[in-house]
Structures are given as structure tokens and as C-alpha cells.
């Protein structure tokens, strides 16, 4: 299993009326984290599309347990728990950092994509070697 951490401070533009931080920024927290566990793998998004291969979200599934507030600093835990194939999942626990309580959950699905022809594809084998030394 391939596990990161990210942490993240709400930002006031981030909230709704109410003071909760808004439902749809729970997505940019998952790409932000996302971004930086690839980065941790040792590959960039920049340089997967530079090799030819996107990855869009196919399926996003949120679970709300607590709200979060502004100036909350969260601390989201991503994974990684099966090799891919065509399809890669991420799954996220985001806590508040400083009471530790877990207030969301969730999971993206990405799939592989051949820029050129947009077309699915297999994970590209140089890819799957990085992640064969995390998991």
C-alpha cells in the first residue's frame, strides 16, 4: 500500500454561508493531494502528459462525516492499494489536523488515456515500475 500525506489550510474563499467549507472543494483537496503523491512516487502530471498519457476522473464518491471551517489545517491521507490496469483508484481520509478527528472520505477513480488518440489505455510500464517499489 502506497500511503501520503498532505496537508491543507481551508482559506476563507473556500467556505459557504453557513462557514462550512464548501462541499465541491473537497475534489481540489483530493487533486492537490493527488498531485503531491505522484510527486512523492517521482513523476509530475506535467510529465505523464509529456509522455503521452492524461488521466481524467472517471468516478468521485464523497462521504461527510464533520464540516470543516476556515483556517481548519487538514491533514489528508491518500492511498493506494492495488496495482492499476486501465484504471487507477485513490482513496482519501482527511482529518482535522489539530483535534485529529476524521471528517471526510472519499475516492477518485482516473483513468489512463492516450492523449493523441484519446483512446483508454494499459498503465504505462515505466509507471508501474515506480509504484512497484511503493506498494
Known amino acids: 500500500m502506497f500511503i501520503s500525506e498532505t496537508k491543507i489550510r481551508v482559506r476563507y474563499s473556500e467556505t459557504d454561508q453557513m462557514g462550512y467549507v464548501y462541499y465541491g472543494n473537497y475534489a481540489s483537496y483530493y487533486e492537490v493531494a493527488r498531485v503531491e503523491m505522484m510527486r512523492e512516487l517521482g513523476v509530475s502530471y506535467k510529465e505523464m502528459e509529456e509522455r503521452g498519457c492524461m488521466m481524467p476522473i472517471v468516478e468521485l464518491k464523497i462521504k461527510f462525516l464533520r464540516p470543516a471551517y476556515y483556517d481548519d489545517l487538514l491533514k489528508v491521507i ?5 496495482m492499476p490496469n486501465t484504471r487507477m483508484s485513490f482513496n482519501y481520509e ?3 489536523e489539530v483535534t485529529g478527528k476524521l471528517i471526510n ?23 508501474l515500475e515506480l509504484l512497484k517499489e511503493k506498494i
Open 78 to 82: 491518500t492511498k493506494v492499494t492495488e
Open 94 to 96: 482527511i482529518y482535522n
Open 105 to 127: 472520505t472519499g475516492e477518485t477513480i482516473l483513468a489512463f488515456v492516450n492523449i493523441a488518440i484519446r483512446k483508454p489505455i494499459k498503465a504505462p510500464e515505466w509507471f
